[in-house]
């Protein structure tokens, strides 16, 4: 479990993240949705410790990270793993090497451990064999699908996805949505997904935290996303027309019974 205390951030006198806390349960997709510019990026940077809040602090279970001792803070960094917007393969790198690299710069493991765990982590995202293909010779889904692999290889606690479905048609999208619960799910990992897709809400949203212009403007689940009467989240929802067609169609519901 992930937990926020008050976090605010500033640029340049121009306020980012306005007081924002909330908790991210473990074994479930935590989800921070919101438009562009509304602090999600920067709320996520500041909870894994690429930015130090102004105030406020962060929690891993039960540790503080936020000003804590550098070697308590490094601890909590080797359990952490990162699905960047980009996959952010190393471009020279095999897709068997980009997966082993993590598990040399954390890990002691001899070459032959570290071999069985890239080979364990491509099977459990579908890519077995690919260990010889470079990032140019793989389609942008098995990009994001080896970069869910290198983040979980060094068998992490807590993982981070910034717009995991960035750039991806609908169908692969589903299939990278539904591949990050499957692994939450099964190894009981704390994950926290940066996302502005509705359809990744309605597919995998445990738990949904929506800001708006560096605020928390609603708590909750995708059960009772349409139940919302915050305005701007009202507006944001309803920008996607399936989530039009899904409020019509409960309206309809509503007024035959």
Known sequence: MIEIHNIHKSFNGKKVLDGI??????????LLLGGSGTGKSVLLK??????KPDIGSVTFDGTFFTNNKLD???EIRRKIGMLFQGSALFDSMTVEENIEFPLKMLTDMSKSDRKDRVNFCLQRVGLENANSKMPSEISGGMKKRVGIA?????NCTYLFCD???????PQ?????DHLIKEITEEYDI?????????????????KI?????????WEGTSDNILDTDVKEFKEFIYSNRLMRDAKTVEDERDDRV
């Open 190 to 206: 704390t994950t926290i997904i940066v996302t502005h897709d509705m359809n990744s809400v309605m597919e995998i949203g445990d």
């Open 150 to 154: 290198r983040a979980i290889a060094p």
């Open 21 to 30: 806390s909330g908790v991210f349960e473990t074994g479930k997709t935590n």
């Open 72 to 74: 308590i803070r490094q």
């Open 163 to 169: 717009e995991p479905n960035s750039g991806l048609d």
């Open 46 to 51: 500041c909870i894994v410790g690429l930015l």
């Open 209 to 217: 935290m929506f800001l708006h212009k560096g605020k928390k403007l």
């Open 172 to 176: 692969t999208s589903l299939l990278i």
